[in-house]
């Protein structure tokens, strides 16, 4: 963003005390419940407003890297783009009220947002009008504009779609199926530390066979990595050895130990594997994402086909 925010005050013992209701409330949703019913699950708390995981705002983290480290993104929309091709499409599954939908709009790109729940793509529908209507005061000015500075000059188109992350129906449905080469970049959020581990190799496979093996990029924003993944979820702790893991192992059932790491992911890499080409430590992010002290915690990693 064209501002430069400030990292959050120190979180109190009070911030604590809610993360840790707002956690307990999850486990106890999703704890001994079926796979197949977490979709249900989550539209019941987007129906009831209980979204602890929406950040109000889109990731500096993400703006940050797509700004600071062009390099990473072949496919990056700026004024070398030729006009009448189109421009390079994203990916945000799991995007809630699509904060980081309209962000990389803003950034170039023609963006679907994707989520599981019909109440939250609703949300997602309003604030993309509510923007709009504050951005004409100037509210948003720095946040939602073109990058003018990276030579993007026009919006990317914004598509909202309600569908399964790991079924076909929504790419048919939403027309990007008539496109095959996958998408250019693909954020990932609160959606991976959201699904139980048996679901994970899963996630990764998806992430491989939608990203465009010709220049796509796969943006995770790793959270919590604070959180000991023995205590449960929604949402899971993870680590930086976890991402690497799986999405160099996707489809793939990968043992793990009593500490809730995987024993042994970094064996030989399969075919469709993603390559980490970074990870970075970001000099802003959500509040969620400092410790007590005020310290950024999040990381940011970056992925290709090999």
């Known amino acids: 963003m064209a501002s430069d925010p400030q990292p959050p005050l120190n979180k109190s013992s009070a911030d ?59 496919s990056a929309p700026s004024s070398a783009h030729d006009w ?46 509510r923007v709009a209507e504050e951005d004409a005061e100037g509210k948003w000015k720095e946040v939602y504009a073109p990058r003018r500075e990276l030579g993007v ?52 496979k998806r992430l491989s066979d939608l990203l465009n093996p010709d220049g796509g990029r796969l943006v995770c924003l790793e959270w919590p990595l604070d959180k000991d993944p023995m205590t449960g979820g929604p949402p899971w702790g993870v680590s930086g050895d976890l991402y690497l893991a799986h999405l160099g192992h996707p489809g793939q059932l990968l043992p793990y130990d009593d500490k809730g790491q995987v024993v042994d992911g970094s064996g030989d890499t399969t075919p469709v594997a993603l390559k980490r080409l970074a990870r970075t430590q970001p000099a802003c992010t959500h509040k969620a994402g400092y410790d007590n002290q005020g310290n950024v915690v999040d990381r940011v990693s970056v992925w290709s086909h090999q």
């Open 16 to 74: 604590d005390h809610a993360i840790q209701s707002q956690f307990h409330r999850l486990r106890s949703l999703f704890k001994n419940s079926e796979y197949s019913t977490h979709p249900q699950h989550w539209d019941t708390l987007w129906k009831e407003s209980f979204t602890p995981w929406d950040r109000g705002g889109p990731s500096q983290a993400l703006d940050e890297v797509l700004s600071l480290h062009r390099e990473l993104f072949p």
């Open 84 to 129: 009448d091709k189109p421009k390079p499409k994203a990916l945000v599954a799991g995007c809630g009220r699509g904060h980081d939908v309209l962000l990389l709009s803003a950034h170039g790109y023609d963006v679907y947002g994707l989520d599981s729940s019909v109440t939250s793509i609703e949300e997602a529908m309003k604030n993309e009008k």
């Open 153 to 204: 000059t026009t919006k990317g188109r914004v598509m909202w779609v309600t569908g399964d992350f790991f079924e076909d129906d929504w790419v048919n449905d939403s027309g990007y199926g008539k496109v095959k080469t996958g998408f250019d970049l693909i954020f990932d959020y609160t959606f991976f530390c959201a699904l139980p581990p048996e679901a994970r190799p899963e996630w990764a």
